[in-house]
């Protein structure tokens, strides 16, 4: 059946996705160890978000919605020279497009520095941003081959790629910071120089794969192919949908530097916290699931379409509800046992654990949103979701704008979740009248059983810590006991619970028969 195919291609991207978790949690380590929550690493984070940005809008985000759903029905029913061109001309059009803004945005740091006095903290992001915004250019390209890839069912090589970044930043900390000074000041710009070496090897490990589909990529200019004119069609509403969230992010940072030094670190540490399980399993998910929704969108068999969105929701809830329970119980344990050493304090501990606690809330709205856009995509309407992301910015603003008082980044990242969730609510009203239902009444009841479920695991996961808080065996009470003791007796509770009640969704991930 589809669905365990869907469960498989899940499974590869989710033990791919946390191979590059834990790189990604590796470097956060190391980087906390050496910039700690400094005003640098604020600096170099806002110069690293503003590519990232950009990214969303021709790179993974954008393109790669508007271009798998095309794609896709060229892999299903042309031939191999029809899908050759086409991927070529959107490669091409990658390239030119980042390029071209790249060098634009380059010259216009150039002219404002000469004519313009910013001051030291803002020099510095500049400074950053001539280094970082080729990235754009790089990781673009390995979303190209990523969509190609996926639309072959090839899940896999995308999914490891992102380490390629983990383990260029974490190569760069020890060997190319070094080379630029001894103040943290100087060495941050070679942490710079390792974002573009990341980003060119995202693109170089996806290219073996590509060869194996005997895929010669090539320079074409022909932007008006039909294939190419109906990716435009679907990438413009994208991109103003996909710059929802980078725009979101941009703003939070560029309010949280006015809080004070490292309220930008301590909320980039907590989201990256809380992408873990977002990561490996909510865009897991919805990866596997893309190309299936839109074949099925293509043969016009609707009724599978909408089986398959309820069984992608009711099983990525199904994990990230106890998962976002974890973290907000866990949370103070998890940073003190993943970050707080060198350059990060004490300080940066509580500041870090306070955004988690507030980020958490949100977390199963955000993974239940990125299975929700996907149908939208699917069914190749980008508009809808484009339609409420944009009141979601306004949202956002607003609610960092009170909440940013009283809770600091705190309100931040409360303000995140508060925007995801009332996403979360629309988007799933409005495509299940497009649809005509979809399985309401399951998802609901599926949804509720987890959550009564993952609320009993707390109460033992709670207990479970208070106990190694105040046992007498020394053991017991480091820093790994304290976080790892509690989640594995959570997990074992709550999987055992899921079987005795004979859960679905459980038997979706351990039965051979879906």
């Not at 710059?243 to 560029?254: E, F, H, K, S």
């Not at 996907?374 to 956002?396: C, E, H, M, W």
């Not at 820093?479 to 509690?486: D, G, H, N, S, Y």
Request: hydrophobic share 55%; proline share 3%.
């Amino acid at each position: 059946m589809e669905s365990k195919n869907i469960i498989r291609a899940a499974g590869i991207i989710s033990l791919a996705t946390i191979c590059c978790r834990v790189a990604g949690l590796g470097r956060e380590v190391v980087t906390a160890n050496f910039f700690g929550t400094a005003l640098v690493y604020d600096a170099f984070l806002i110069a690293f978000m503003i590519p990232n940005f950009f990214r969303r809008l021709f790179a993974e985000g954008a393109l790669s919605t508007a271009f798998i759903p095309v794609f896709t029905g060229y892999v299903t029913t042309e031939k191999k020279e029809a899908r050759e061109k086409v991927a070529s001309i959107a490669f091409t059009f990658s390239l030119v497009a980042t390029s071209t803004l790249v060098i634009l945005s380059i010259l216009g740091i150039f002219i404002f520095s000469h004519f313009f006095h910013f001051s030291a903290k803002a020099a510095l992001i500049l400074r950053l941003l001539k280094i970082t915004l080729p990235y754009l250019i790089l990781i673009s390209l390995a979303a190209i081959a990523m969509g190609i890839l996926n639309s072959y069912r090839h899940f896999a090589t995308p999914a490891f790629a992102p380490i390629m970044l983990d383990i260029c930043w974490i190569g760069a900390i020890f060997f190319l910071c070094p080379l630029f000074g001894e103040s943290i000041e100087k060495r941050i710009l070679g942490l710079a120089v390792g974002v573009l070496v990341g980003g060119l090897g995202q693109f170089w490990i996806q290219w073996p794969a590509l060869k194996k589909r005997k895929l010669r990529l090539h320079f074409n200019l022909n932007f008006r192919h039909p294939a190419i004119k109906r990716m435009a069609i679907l990438l413009a509403p994208s991109i103003i949908g996909v710059a929802v969230t980078p725009i979101n992010i941009l703003v939070d940072a560029l309010l949280a530097i006015r809080l004070g030094e490292g309220m930008v670190s301590s909320l980039w540490y907590a989201n990256r916290l809380m992408q873990l399980p977002l990561g490996i399993f909510g865009v897991a998910m919805a990866t596997a699931t893309l190309p299936t929704l839109a074949t099925y969108f293509a043969r016009g068999e609707m009724k599978k379409l909408k089986d398959t969105l309820s069984f992608a929701l009711r099983n990525v809830l199904f994990i990230i509800i106890p998962s976002s329970v974890g973290l907000i119980l866990l949370r103070r344990p998890i940073v003190s046992l993943l970050f707080q050493r060198g350059l990060f304090n004490a300080a940066s501990a509580e500041n870090t654990t306070f955004a988690l606690l507030f980020y958490s809330i949100g977390l199963f709205a955000y993974a239940a949103s990125i299975i929700v856009v996907r149908g939208f995509y699917s069914i190749q309407d980008t508009k809808t979701p484009v339609k409420v992301g944009l009141l979601s910015i306004l949202a956002n603003l607003v609610f960092d704008l009170i909440l940013m008082g009283p809770l600091r980044q705190g309100g931040i990242a409360l303000s995140t979740s508060f925007v995801g969730i009332i996403n979360f609510v629309v988007l799933s009203f409005i495509l299940t009248k497009r649809l005509k239902g979809l399985d309401g009444r399951k998802i609901l009841s599926s949804s509720l059983t987890t959550l009564l479920v993952s609320g009993l695991m707390g109460i033992l996961v709670w207990n479970s810590l208070l106990f190694c808080q105040g046992a007498k065996i020394l053991i017991l009470r480091s820093r790994f006991a304290l976080v790892f003791i509690p989640a594995i007796i959570g997990v074992v509770f709550y999987l055992l619970f899921s079987h005795l009640l004979g859960r679905e969704e459980m038997k979706s991930f351990s039965s051979k028969k879906v």
